[in-house]
């Protein structure tokens, strides 16, 4: 008998995020993880060219690569280590999350937390460019050490280039930025970069410039005796 085919409607829709744990803003926590919840089972393996969920994932200040546990409608994020004491934690999971069917989310979500009392109101701001291709540059990956301790903060620039780290400590950073062409989160020799210093009260603004630098040191081209005897 002919009748319409079962499993209803085709399913264009991407995964859409319903919830986060804990909310954005907490002061005081530190949690087991922070849980971000969908509408539907999402899969194991991200869109967009991610190879895994620990890339859509940035955990700032970053002690490495998170650990992201998959759990059919949600994902679980902790940090490789443990939660540090008296800091403020930026979560961010980037554009890549997708369902059974392969439809995308083409935005993300940045949860904000902090294991003390209270949540700085400062921010670093500005924008990166591809200085040899004159164009702004996209998802580049952002770092600020703090000074002398090296504690990073991470962050990554949006279509246009610009980012913000937001809620960091007052105080004297190394920014560098870097276009990371092969999604490793890590400078490597060839991939073009650029960095400042950057002394933090409340905002500061940078543009920062990457460009592939020159790392061979000087060489002897010719040799000339210049001496008529």
């Known amino acids: 008998s002919q009748g319409a085919p079962p499993g209803g409607p085709p399913d264009s ?13 907490a002061v005081n926590v530190t949690p087991d993880r922070v849980e971000f919840r969908f509408d539907e089972v999402v899969s194991e393996r991200p869109g967009g060219g991610a190879p895994s969920l620990e890339q859509l994932v ?28 008296n800091a403020v934690y930026t979560v961010t999971l980037l554009p890549g999350i997708a369902d059974l069917r392969g439809n995308v989310m083409r935005s993300g979500k940045t949860v904000i937390f902090s294991t003390v009392a209270t949540i700085p109101d400062t921010r670093i701001a500005g ?9 702004a540059a996209r998802n580049a990956s952002i770092e600020a050490l703090a000074l002398p301790e090296s504690l990073a903060y991470v962050a990554r620039t949006d279509s246009v280039g610009a980012f913000v780290l937001a809620h960091l400590p007052p105080g004297r950073y190394a920014l560098r930025a870097w276009l990371d062409a092969n999604n490793n989160r890590g400078l490597d020799p060839r991939e073009a970069y650029d960095s400042a210093g950057v002394e933090l009260r409340d905002t500061a603004s940078v543009t920062l410039l990457a460009f592939v630098h020159d790392t061979l040191p000087p060489r002897i081209n010719t040799v000339e005796v210049a001496d008529s005897m």
């Open 58 to 85: 940035l955990i700032s200040p970053s002690d490495g690569l998170p650990r992201v546990d998959w759990r059919r409608r949600s994902i679980a994020v902790r940090a490789r280590r443990d939660w540090r004491e």
């Open 127 to 135: 924008i990166v460019y591809d200085w040899v291709n004159g164009i």
């Open 13 to 25: 829709l991407a995964p859409n995020l319903i919830g986060v744990v804990p909310e954005s803003g």
